[in-house]
């Protein structure tokens, strides 16, 4: 702000004053730039990764795929018919592991299912030469929403 300083002649109209300080705010928009020049390299340097590229696709169910479910008690189902064993699992799995194209296999979990019975069956598919196992699960639809 300037200050206006009169000699004492009442004959001089008094008005007010009308022109603006610039300094403080161009030492404020400097300061600022200065901040911006020097933070915005420090932010933006990253590590260049290429990465994949998502999308969620529903899944192709061909006549070939075989579902395997595994209920609550831990109970096998190849497609809709039970397997009596895990060694019977495996067999069928290796009947269907010569196939060419391979067959997918899709595994199907009951929600309250312990995981040791799951991951019983994703052992029998890696022992049986299986090369493409899924898993099958139902969308959210509270997320969906």
Known sequence: MSMNVSSGDSEI?????????????VDVMLVMLIIFL???????????????KAAN?????????INIAVDAEGNIFWNTAMV????ALLERLKSVAVMDPQPEIHVRGDRATAYEHVGRVMVL?????????????EP????AR
């Open 13 to 25: 109209d008094e008005k007010p004053m009308s022109e603006i300080n610039t300094t403080p705010l």
């Open 38 to 52: 020097i933070t915005i390299p420090v932010i933006t340097q990253s590590v260049k990764v290429d990465l994949p």
């Open 57 to 65: 696709i529903p899944t192709q169910t061909k006549p070939e795929n």
């Open 84 to 87: 009596p064993t895990q060694e």
């Open 125 to 137: 598919c890696q022992r049986a030469g299986i090369l493409k196992v899924g898993f099958i699960t």
């Open 140 to 143: 959210d639809r509270a997320l």
